[in-house]
């Protein structure tokens, strides 16, 4: 699969919002409490405008087919990023793009200067979940910061 990874531009705002709505549609996930609800949903390219944050998108001939980002822990100690809004497409699913992916937010959380990595996820969502504990995240009780995100009950954080 030839594709591109690369930093959400304003012209992706509206086709990855679509991406992440599709997936939860897809899966029946659940909309409140959920990335499906976030009011920034539709202007992400903005939302991840600051020095230690970043969007990268997906795309393929362009289309884009999903992203993820890092973004610093609200309500949380600077040192701490979350890992958001990392959500693919059925297409491209399963050829080690996730993985990519992971790789480029994770590095650029360490050049950043971020000690930890915190990510909330659904329990249903088993292969993200897989994908995260194979990059060294580790299962954690309790939530960290304030996401807005209530209706995840997975928590998982990394050492950087």
Do not use: W
């Amino acid at each position: 699969m030839n594709y591109t990874i690369r930093k959400i531009e304003p012209k992706d705002n509206l086709k990855i919002a679509s991406v992440i709505r599709n997936i939860f549609e897809e899966l029946d996930a659940p909309k409140v409490g959920t990335a499906y609800a976030d009011p920034h949903l539709n202007t992400l390219s903005e939302v991840y405008e600051a020095e230690n944050e970043i969007y990268f998108v997906v795309e393929q001939d362009g289309i884009i087919l999903g992203g993820c980002g890092i973004g610093n822990l609200m309500d949380s100690e600077f040192k701490i990023c979350e890992l958001q809004k990392m959500y693919l497409a059925k297409e491209a699913r399963g050829k080690g793009i996730a993985q990519e992916l992971m790789r480029n937010c994770l590095e650029f959380a360490k050049q950043a200067g971020y000690d930890k990595c915190y990510i909330e996820t659904l329990p249903f969502m088993r292969d993200a979940q897989k994908l995260y504990v194979k990059s060294g995240f580790t299962y954690i009780d309790a939530p960290m910061g304030s996401t807005g995100h209530n209706a995840c009950d997975v928590f998982m954080i990394k050492d950087l």
